[in-house]
């Protein structure tokens, strides 16, 4: 059984920060990829960031130099540094765990920027 768990979201102001969290738990070995993907209201689910067992990063277009994910005690915990927030950026963040022959979902954790 494996589990996939997200801490870290909330309110933020435009141009504020977060620290997203996720830490994958389980029997298994190291996942080959772990990443962050965010779904908006009426939106489908799109990917964040996403860094590879081998620290190989990939960041989608809207994030890059804002967001920056980072490996945390070892391969089975991620962050996600998320800085001047905007308020587009609020969606339901899902953390997700690649081990290459199944891939594992986090419940999400809602993170609103507001005003």
């Known amino acids: 059984q494996v589990q996939v768990v997200e801490s870290g979201g909330g309110l933020v102001q435009p141009g504020g920060s977060l620290r997203l969290s996720c830490a994958a738990s389980g029997t298994f070995v190291s996942p080959y990829a772990m990443g962050w993907y965010r779904q908006a209201p009426g939106k489908q689910r799109e990917l964040v960031a996403r860094m590879t067992s081998g620290g190989s990063t990939a960041y989608a277009d809207f994030v890059k130099g804002r967001f920056i994910i980072s490996r945390v005690n070892g391969k089975n915990t991620v962050a996600l540094q998320m800085n001047s927030l905007k308020p587009e950026d609020t969606a339901v963040y899902y953390c997700?765990?690649?081990?290459?022959?199944?891939?594992?979902w986090g419940q999400g954790t809602q993170v609103t920027v507001s005003s």
């Open positions: 997700n765990a690649d081990l290459a022959v199944r891939e594992y």
